[in-house]
């Protein structure tokens, strides 16, 4: 999944209104943050193989640190803890430890079997990615909804809050209709080069709008 991954951040500023966005949206994202560094440092392997589902070429050989089910579990209590620490904000660490959870079991819907329980286990999937239009249907709706949530939940202070948001949106959306029409990089190191670049640029984007949003249940922006 892709921006059915933002979806969950972005419903999840209703059940942690403090926490902020652009920490959702890592949560959520954490183990696609996790594997192009692990790809870069040969601990993972991809490769591209054209037809390998109908939404996506890329074939998962390996990816058990980040993306086994009971990796997830550990780095979803390890971002918890750390964000409890830091933050004292129990609300923002059992969204956090959600989000983070919550991406292995949206791989397990969109994903062929490849998908371990733990290094080495047997490999799972439901293979939604098999038909394109089923996997537009569903992360489209629960991207809508979740962003109609996050609309309920805040308000824009100014301009930026305004505009900003609205690009944001725009730009998620166009970013995902367009890796549906273009081949990813042949190569692994520009893959996760480039998969690393574009999350960075999202978070500090979503950071930005975040600031200039404010909770309409609280009476000071987040």
């Known amino acids: 999944m892709f921006i059915g991954h933002f979806a969950v951040a972005f419903a999840g500023k209703r059940f942690a209104p403090k926490t902020s966005l652009a920490t959702l ?3 959520a994202q954490l183990l696609d943050l996790l594997w192009p560094i692990f790809l870069l440092l040969h601990w993972e392997r991809v490769r591209r193989v054209p037809g390998d589902t109908a939404f996506t070429p890329l074939n998962f050989v390996s990816y058990p640190l980040s993306h086994s089910l009971v990796a997830a579990l550990g780095w979803a209590t390890l971002f918890a803890l750390v964000y409890y620490v830091i933050r004292r904000y129990a609300a923002g ?9 919550s991406h292995w079991l949206l791989d397990f819907v969109t994903h062929r079997a490849d998908l371990p329980l733990y290094p080495g286990s047997a490999l799972f999937g439901l293979g939604l ?12 709706l629960m991207f809508a909804i979740a ?17 900003g948001w609205r690009a944001f949106v725009s730009a998620l959306t166009l970013v995902y209709l367009a890796n549906m029409f273009t081949e990813p990089p042949s190569e692994v190191k520009p893959l996760a080069i480039g998969t690393l670049f574009l999350f960075l640029l999202v978070l500090v984007w979503a950071w930005w709008v975040d600031r200039h949003r404010q909770v309409r249940t609280l009476k000071a922006p987040n």
């Not at 660490?93 to 959870?101: G, H």
């Open 25 to 27: 949206i890592a949560a």
């Open 93 to 101: 660490a059992i969204a956090i430890w959600i989000a983070v959870v």
């Open 129 to 140: 990615w098999n038909s394109v239009w089923a996997t537009v249907l569903v992360e489209g």
């Open 147 to 163: 962003v109609w949530i996050y609309v309920r939940v805040t308000r824009a202070n100014d301009q930026i809050g305004r505009w």
